[in-house]
């Protein structure tokens, strides 16, 4: 059987603002032969990232694929099994070329639409939500997502800022002070992005520099402590800034326009209104029962805690 591959194409114009551009080796697309004479493909995966693969076959001769293509997929740390090619019967004339690309984050998750987010100071305290616009609408030219959201909350300095939802860190950012003060928005701004369970995403901004409680690879629990508050310098006043979101992709639409960040408007647990979704410019207080804290827990962990207390 005379099988070969000759190039892999990486179409840049399928990726969004922020391509893993300088990550290119840390994903690899492989294929091996199996003991039946099939060519079975894997995406290699080095790094704690979470990434979207769409691989096209630009040459199929006597052969069929276990999958639709262009093949679409997600692909976390280490190898992965993508799909398998499967000779037709004339093995001599068996080819075939393919090209990949790909994005970083998970494409259309499974969103678990009951969490209940915490307010992410402590327990009991009264804060005042900011409402936010989009940075593309504000200072660019371009129109915001329809779905945009995003959340500030009015803290006193020197507060902690609280995990709103059980997750995984994959991001610290260590932002500089911007000059001067009266700011509305820094590019250098401090923060933390936590990946939840469902694979949405949390950003906190508006961080104080330097004052991270927390690692990437930290596991985080709703309510742990996870930095400090900063905005000092903002014309808000000090604040931290939260917002939720997933990746979207539509094979449906052309290469250039097939991925977008799609955002999500928490339910938030409070005293004064219980659960229920911020408006902007009021006060809340915040919440944090164990039923809340305990709600993404599996039944094993629930279990083993139960045993603890126990003892």
């Known amino acids: 059987m005379t099988l070969r591959v000759k190039y892999i194409f990486l179409f840049l114009s399928l990726l969004l603002s922020t391509p893993a551009f300088s990550q290119l080796r840390q994903i690899n697309i492989t294929s091996e032969r199996d003991s039946n004479g099939n060519i079975v493909f894997y995406a290699q995966n080095n ?31 280490g190898k992965k099994r993508l799909f398998k090619l499967i000779p037709d019967g004339l093995v001599d004339q068996a080819d075939y070329d393919y090209r990949w690309s790909f994005y970083e984050g998970f494409a259309n998750p499974k969103l678990n639409e009951k969490v209940t987010y915490l307010i992410p100071v402590k327990s009991g305290i009264p804060v005042t939500t900011l409402g936010l616009s989009s940075i593309k609408e504000t200072y ?20 902690q800022v609280l995990a709103a939802r059980r997750g995984t860190v994959v991001e610290i950012k260590n932002g500089q002070k911007g000059a001067g003060g009266n700011l509305s928005y820094s590019r250098n701004s401090s923060s933390i992005l936590i990946r939840h369970r469902d694979n949405s995403l949390a950003r906190y901004s ?64 409070t005293e004064n209104e219980g659960n229920t979704q911020l408006a902007d410019g009021e006060q809340y207080v915040s919440s944090h029962s164990e039923a809340l804290i305990l709600q993404e827990w599996t039944k094993r962990e629930l279990k083993k805690r139960g045993k603890k207390k126990k003892r």
């Open 140 to 159: 660019g030219s371009e129109k915001a997502p329809a779905n945009f959201y995003a959340v500030g909350f009015k803290m006193d300095e020197g507060e």
């Open 206 to 269: 508006v961080l104080k520099d330097n004052s991270f409680l927390v690692q990437v690879g930290d596991e985080v629990e709703a309510g742990d402590p996870i930095a400090t508050v900063g905005g000092e310098n903002y014309a808000s006043g000090t604040h931290m800034r939260l917002m939720v979101y997933y990746l979207k992709f539509d094979k449906q639409k052309n290469e250039g326009n097939r991925y977008s960040w799609e955002y999500i408007k928490p339910v938030f647990a």
């Open 47 to 77: 790094t704690s990232r979470n990434y979207h693969i769409v691989l096209t076959m630009t040459k199929l001769m006597s052969l069929r694929c276990d999958c639709q293509l262009p093949f679409e997929g997600n692909v976390g740390l």
